[in-house]
């Protein structure tokens, strides 16, 4: 109960001065627990035994709990929290960075009163706002889906009331209250980090600086990335996603908040917990899947593999691509197949089952299965097609090929795909290799594969066009290169004025003990930062060819 009332002063004024008040009618000789007691707290609590302990009636706490209320109406009745005020300065200060006066925000919290209090805010504001939360029905959901896309800029959801929707057409998402659940938070993110989204995500956490609470998280994001970058875990995965992990993030945070000096031993610990559970799970794996131990970077591979956003990715271009029906609900997509079947509410991962509605497809569907072997995979000696295309003027003969070049760190992706036409005397024309490009994408264009270039000539064509790829997508491997030292160079920046911000913050601390003490935690964390950063800096680059054909006019392509 305690730690609970903490959070609650840590979201708002009006979530602690709204459970205070229910808290002192309980304790009244003739009050009884309010019914709308969970409008005020967490969704996800046990509130049996939360009410056992609000029924409690202690005479000696109603004083207690008088002078706690008045401080808080004080408060209350000075203004909004300081909280607000933030909110509310980086809702500018974003709008103006994406230059889009009817951007859109997704605020999450824990509380519904502080969700109700930051709808009344913002709306005296002049900002239209909706919310969303664990009482609304799935018909009020859609509604509230539909508003936010259309008319709406703002929604205030809690973590209960942004599950099992879709709002990519969002691409800013501000924790105002932080889960503890590291898992939890991903999820949020992910409510707008989907297929269909156009944008670069932003996500802003809220934390209160100087306390314990934000000291666990940075401690523990450390330990987590480390565990990740060892076995290619992400924080989404079953590991970081499970009810044991929850309760053991649970745990130590409540831990740390009784002993504040402890932080440091108890985040080791649950980190080494999930560390034998990454190896354990990297076994299991090993036994299952392979007849030979598994090379670190082959594991890494596997247990990282976003193997459903693939296969999603597959499904949904390729019924798009070939004309067939396609519609996204609320509970997945419904899929319209060229044999008349037609699947409903499907999804493409069991972590995204909100109900016993969805059905999810994966990898061993026979359907699935039969557009993996009919992918269009280009290797050296395949043989090379020969395209007529009707559009195409007389005398536009030679080899198209269409080229993706990268540049990747273990977390930095970036890439281009370059279209590249050779004409038969040699020449390269990259308007002509866009215009086929364009071509090859119309659903208008008549095309006919009149024969194919096989054996030796087809791996001597292959070679020369990898050695024109090369060549001509140097231009490009150096964009990508440059834009990966402008990222290390903000990426620095951003970094160094924090470090030191927080140096300066810890020097101006009194007890010489103490701030040797925090000055020697910042360095050790300083230094992992540095490794980081030095890390980033080894960029692969690659260059792969996605197809390779040859145009030319039909009485010669015979």
């Known amino acids: 109960l305690m730690v609970l009332l903490q959070k609650l002063v840590t979201s708002s004024t009006e979530a602690i001065k709204t459970t205070l008040e229910k808290r002192l009618n309980a304790l009244s000789p003739d009050g009884n627990l309010p019914e709308e007691l969970e409008e005020s707290l967490e969704e996800d609590i046990d509130f049996d035994e939360i009410s056992d302990v609000f029924r409690v009636k202690m005479d000696s706490e109603i004083e207690e709990v008088k002078n706690l209320l008045s401080l808080a109406e004080k408060c209350s009745n000075a203004g909004y929290d300081a909280k607000t005020e933030a909110l509310i300065d980086r809702i500018y200060?974003?709008?103006?960075?994406?230059?889009?006066?009817?951007?859109?925000?997704?605020?999450?919290?824990?509380?519904?009163?502080?969700?109700?209090?930051?709808?009344?805010?913002?709306?005296?504001?002049?900002?239209?706002?909706?919310?969303?939360?664990?009482?609304?029905?799935?018909t009020e959901r859609a509604d509230v889906q539909k508003v936010f896309a259309e008319k709406v800029r703002i929604l205030i959801s809690t973590d209960a009331g942004g599950e099992g929707i879709n709002l990519q057409f969002c691409h800013i998402v501000i924790n105002y209250d932080i889960p503890w659940a590291p898992a939890k938070l991903e999820q949020r993110i992910g409510r707008v980090d989907r297929i269909g989204q156009s944008h670069r995500v932003k996500a802003i956490n809220f934390f209160f600086k100087n306390t314990v609470e934000s000291r666990v998280y940075e401690v523990l994001q450390i330990k987590l990335k480390k565990i990740s970058e060892e076995f290619g875990i992400d924080k989404t995965s079953d590991i970081l996603d499970s009810g044991e992990a929850e309760k053991e993030f649970r745990n130590l945070y409540i831990n740390s908040i009784i002993k504040p000096e402890t932080v440091e031993h108890e985040v080791e610990r649950v980190a080494s917990e999930l560390l034998q559970r990454a190896k354990k799970a990297k076994d299991r794996w090993d036994k299952l899947h392979s007849k030979k131990e598994l090379k670190h970077e082959e594991a890494e591979k596997i247990l990282g593999h976003p193997l459903p956003y693939w296969v999603e990715k597959m499904v949904v271009n390729y019924l798009i691509s070939h004309g067939k029906g396609l519609e996204k609900g609320l509970f997945g997509y419904n899929l319209f197949w060229e044999d008349g079947e037609i699947m409903k509410n499907i999804i493409f991962s069991r972590e995204n089952i909100k109900n016993g509605n969805s059905e999810n497809l994966s990898i061993e569907h026979p359907k699935v299965m039969k557009l993996i072997k009919n992918l269009p995979l280009f290797v050296p000696g395949e043989k090379v097609p020969k395209i007529y295309i009707k559009d195409l003027p007389p005398g536009v003969n030679g080899y198209w090929s269409l080229w993706k070049i990268l540049l990747q760190t273990p977390s930095y992706r970036k890439e281009r795909i370059m279209p590249l036409f050779r004409q038969e005397d040699g020449r390269i024309f990259k308007t002509t290799a866009h215009r086929l490009w364009d071509i090859f994408l119309s659903h208008d264009s008549h095309i006919e594969c009149c024969g194919e270039i096989c054996g030796d000539e087809a791996e001597l064509i292959y070679m020369e066009m990898e050695d024109l790829a090369i060549k001509y997508g140097e231009d490009v491997m150096n964009e990508l290169k440059e834009n990966h030292r402008d990222f290390l160079r903000k990426e620095r920046e951003k970094g160094e004025y924090a470090f030191n911000a927080r140096r300066k913050a810890v020097e101006r601390i009194g007890l010489t003990e103490v701030k040797n003490y925090r000055l020697r935690l910042l360095e050790k964390e300083k230094d992992l930062w540095n490794e980081g950063m030095a890390q980033k800096e080894y960029a692969i680059p690659d260059i792969s060819c996605l197809i390779i054909c040859y145009t030319g006019e039909k009485n010669e392509l015979k």
């Open 93 to 138: 200060c974003l709008t103006s960075e994406e230059e889009e006066p009817d951007l859109k925000f997704l605020i999450f919290t824990e509380f519904v009163a502080t969700q109700k209090m930051l709808q009344k805010y913002l709306t005296e504001r002049g900002f239209s706002v909706a919310i969303l939360n664990g009482s609304f029905g799935l």
